[in-house]
């Protein structure tokens, strides 16, 4: 129980600090993806505690929160990727930096592409499939990639006061 209070807080701030802070750091019109980066840690690190798409669709529906998409669109987006997320754990064991680094990998070019689609057909919009990839998607895989280790350090730290090795039987 304790674990997962800890990572829907851990989720909630992550959205909270997206919102107000996280995202007004861009490059062109990428940004960093904090609840995306948090997830994919809290997956890498946690194993014992709950399937991926457990926390994706968590974090999926704490996007849909303070996202302009229309109501769903994120738990849709998130719940692939959790899909995604729940193979590559039964086949990627050791290091866990190389899992991590490529669900935020595929989680970048995921997140950012899938909204792109909603934004193109489903809200009628006319950009370009190749500018929303050069400005957007591109630029937001670069520095998702970037902050993907601090990110995974402090989550680390998070889930070891959340879960003491004793309490998971480690």
Do not use: K
């Not at 674990?3 to 909270?16: D, E, M, N, T």
């Not at 109501?71 to 719940?79: D, F, K, M, Q, T």
């Not at 919009?125 to 895989?141: E, H, K, Y």
């Not at 670069?142 to 006061?161: H, I």
């Amino acid at each position: 129980m304790r674990a997962y209070v800890g990572g829907l807080i851990l989720l909630w701030f992550a959205v909270l600090l997206q919102s107000a802070v996280v995202s007004q750091w861009r490059l062109l019109q990428g940004a960093v993806d904090l609840p995306l980066l948090v997830w994919a840690a809290w997956v890498t690190r946690e194993r014992r505690v709950a399937p991926a798409w457990f926390w994706a669709l968590a974090v999926g529906a704490l996007w849909g929160l303070y996202s302009a998409l229309p109501s769903g669109a994120g738990l849709v987006i998130y719940a692939g990727l959790g899909l995604v997320a729940q193979a590559l754990r039964r086949r990627i064991w050791h290091p866990p930096y190389l899992l991590l680094f490529i669900l935020v990998f595929v989680g970048s070019l995921w997140v950012p592409g899938l909204t792109y689609l909603v934004v193109r057909f489903a809200m009628q919009s006319p950009i370009p499939f190749r500018t929303a990839l050069v400005q957007v998607i591109l630029p937001t895989v670069l520095l998702n990639l970037l902050a993907a280790l601090p990110v995974y350090a402090v989550v680390a730290e998070w889930a070891d006061w959340v879960l003491p090795a004793e309490e998971v039987g480690g």
